[in-house]
């Protein structure tokens, strides 16, 4: 679950990571400012857009955020509704985590489930 606190602008995010190599080289849903959730890939610390949809960024508010990745499958999960999903296979293994850029968030209850 994540509750964004503040958002600097539009632009700025709240994140959960996946199969994170290191901080330029992994998986990340974000929740945007401007209520857009996109799912990315950060390879060489270039960001490349996977797919992304409409969402809601209330400040303040908790949303249950998940990213499903089982093998070449990436699919992300908004209060228990299917938003985005894509095929990628660039990242096999990694940690997880959690991100923000020009903003603040409270993070809570991160499960973690071998598939």
Not at 25 to 49: F, Q, S
């Amino acid at each position: 679950e994540v509750k964004p606190l503040s958002f600097a602008d539009g632009g700025a995010w709240v994140a959960l990571t996946a199969r994170c190599v290191d901080a330029n080289n992994h998986y990340a849903v974000a929740l945007r400012g401007d209520g857009t959730i996109e799912l990315r890939k950060v390879e060489n610390g270039i960001a490349t857009t996977l797919g992304s949809a409409a969402g809601s960024s209330a400040v303040g508010a908790w949303q249950a955020l998940r990213l499903s990745a089982v093998g070449e499958s990436l699919k992300v999960y908004l209060n228990g509704t299917l938003v985005v999903q894509a095929t990628d296979a660039t990242f096999a293994e990694g940690s997880v985590g959690f991100a923000t850029s020009s903003a603040s968030a409270e993070f809570d209850e991160l499960l973690v489930v071998a598939p």
